[in-house]
């Protein structure tokens, strides 16, 4: 069982900046990859940025040139800063861990951007 604990979520207004943290009880070694989800009010939820054990990363379209996903393999932590923020990335961003077994979710952390 891997443990997510996510921290840095807030209100902000558009065009500030955010860093959120997601510290794993598992070792970078043992997991696939780390990531970002965020789901907004009636909407689906959507994949933001993810980090493999490798290093390879990945961002969405729709955060690019703004989110930056990066990791600390001391601290089994994977972190998402968010420059420019805009209204429309207000959401629950949700933490996931990947290991052989299976996927793991974070309990999520509020990110609301006023106009």
């Known amino acids: 069982q891997v443990q997510l604990v996510e921290s840095g979520g807030g209100l902000v207004q558009a065009g500030g900046s955010l860093r959120l943290s997601c510290a794993a009880s598992e070792s970078w070694f043992r997991l696939n990859y780390m990531g970002w989800y965020r789901q907004a009010p009636g909407e689906q939820r959507e994949l933001v940025a993810t980090?493999?054990?490798?290093?390879?990363?990945y961002v969405a379209d729709s955060v690019e040139g703004r989110f930056t996903i990066s990791r600390d393999n001391a601290k089994n932590t994977v972190y998402l800063q968010m420059n420019s923020l805009k209204p429309e990335d207000t959401a629950t961003y949700y933490c996931?861990?990947?290991?052989?077994?299976?996927?793991?979710w974070g309990q999520g952390t509020q990110v609301t951007v006023s106009s």
């Open positions: 996931v861990a990947r290991n052989p077994i299976r996927e793991y």
């Open positions: 980090v493999t054990g490798g290093g390879t990363t």
